[in-house]
């Protein structure tokens, strides 16, 4: 996708007057490693953080884990917003990019919400398997809003990334787990299109002229401001030992530090294929479940595997 950005310049025959050229830039152009270190970082420190959330939910109700994660991610944005130089966020010719901004991250953490309602209402059969299509919508997303384009070969590649995340997150249903109603249908469905939607106005909100540092500030206000509160409210009584604080904390740290590698990345490439990418933990969760909690990997996690590591390869082609 190319951007329009107008540089002011000086003419230096006329020294009185300013004239405006455009400047083409392209994310895609941008250093691979820039964006592909931070991404494939987010993708590691997200599947040891699925890992770990997967080793102890029987300890820590998932309201309390939505809590810890708006706590993790603000620590965490936090402490980079602060070691960043210095941008006027609150500034009156920014305030639209700030909006913006928060924006993205309420619909985030709306996601979130809305994905743990349906797994509560919801076969996790179907609700996981949904959850991990998300990229599809981001990319959709972004051709639509953001005129990004891929190559077909490519295009194939984030096909194969996205059938591997969902064929990985695939379970087989459970005869005993019998659901009554269609509610969770909507949520799970709204949680796909809250993330989508949200992954491609991270992108819009850069295109816009927000810097790491703004974004960092406003991951950390649109999570305190969706998952804090539903934290608060549905976790938020009762005892919090410091044996659940831990075990909260280390997986949502890692996720947290995964949402700012996946910041940096859509800085700097296309959100097409940096969504699919990072997309792809739970290649690092079946890892962390085969060696850390000896589950057995199925033929068809196997084939899942193949797809998203061949897919990964070419995306970056």
Excluded at 21 to 49: D, K
Excluded at 166 to 181: E, R, S
Excluded at 219 to 227: D, E, K, N, P, V
Excluded at 279 to 286: M, R, S
Aim: positive net charge; proline residues 5%.
């Amino acid at each position: 996708m190319l951007c329009l950005h107008l540089y002011p310049v000086y003419d230096h025959i006329n020294h009185d007057r300013l004239i405006v050229r455009p400047h083409l830039s392209s994310p895609s152009a941008a250093p691979l490693l820039l964006w592909m270190t931070p991404a494939l970082l987010a993708l590691l420190l997200y599947g040891l953080g699925q890992g770990f959330v997967k080793m102890w939910i029987t300890q820590v109700p998932p309201a309390r884990f939505c809590l810890y994660f708006a706590c993790a991610r603000a620590a965490v944005m936090g402490c980079y917003f602060l070691a960043s130089p210095r941008t006027p966020v609150f500034a009156a010719e920014g305030r639209y990019v700030l909006a913006i901004g928060v924006l993205a991250y309420l619909l985030d953490g709306a996601g979130w919400i809305m994905y743990f309602h349906s797994i509560i209402a919801g076969p996790i059969t179907i609700v996981g398997t949904l959850s991990a299509a998300y990229p599809a919508v981001t990319i959709v997303f972004a051709h639509w809003f953001l005129g990004e384009t891929l190559s077909p070969l490519q295009y194939g590649a984030v096909a194969l990334v996205i059938g591997g995340c969902i064929g990985l997150a695939y379970q087989p249903a459970d005869a005993a787990n019998k659901v009554t109603g269609r509610t969770w249908i909507l949520l799970a469905l709204t949680a796909l299109m809250l993330w989508g939607g949200a992954q491609t106005m991270v992108k819009y909100d850069y295109n816009l002229g927000a810097t790491d540092a703004n974004m960092a500030l406003y991951s950390a206000i649109g999570a305190l401001l969706t998952l804090g509160v539903y934290g608060l409210w549905k976790g938020g009584a009762g005892t919090h030992s410091v044996r659940e604080w831990t075990r909260s904390f280390l997986p949502m740290g890692m996720m947290a530090a995964g949402d700012l590698g996946v910041l940096i990345a859509s800085r700097y490439g296309e959100i097409s294929i940096v969504t699919p990418l990072t997309g792809a933990y739970p290649l690092v969760t079946l890892a962390f479940a085969a060696l850390v909690l000896r589950e057995r990997i199925t033929l068809l996690q196997w084939g899942c595997i193949v797809a998203i590591l061949v897919g990964m390869i070419f995306c970056t082609s």
